[in-house]
């Protein structure tokens, strides 16, 4: 499995992004792709999680509203639409595949991770 994530960059407060993530080399029709960021200092935190089978997500408190998943299963393809982006938001950013066949926040439970994009927002 190899996950190609993009659409990182530079956005003012209150701006937006959409962060891709394309999956490769296995089969995703009954797993689950999940975002997680890590900030400077910080530990890598979830942001959101999608279902390439079910088109169910989650979200992070701190994201929900404001963050949306969505899923193109024939591309292997997930999406983070992200906006009225914060100073807090900025990190970078993670897609992880996970084989499991239910959403879950865990980190361990995620086996493969994209390279990370990061995303500033400037205030």
């Known amino acids: 499995v190899q996950l190609q994530a993009s659409g990182g960059g530079l956005v003012q407060t209150g701006g937006s992004l959409r962060l891709s993530c394309a999956a490769s080399?296995?089969?995703?029709?009954?797993?689950?792709m999940g975002w997680f960021r890590q900030a400077p200092g910080k530990e890598r935190e979830f942001v959101g999680v999608g279902s390439f089978y079910g088109g169910e997500v989650w979200y992070a408190d701190s994201v929900k509203g404001r963050f949306t998943i969505s899923i193109n299963v024939p591309k292997n393809t997930e999406y983070l639409q992200m906006n009225s982006l914060k100073p807090e938001d900025t990190a970078v950013y993670y897609c992880a595949f996970s084989p499991s066949k239910q959403l879950t926040r865990n980190l361990s439970e995620y086996t493969h991770w994209g390279q990370g994009t990061l995303v500033t927002v400037s205030s």
């Open positions: 080399g296995s089969t995703f029709s009954r797993s689950v």
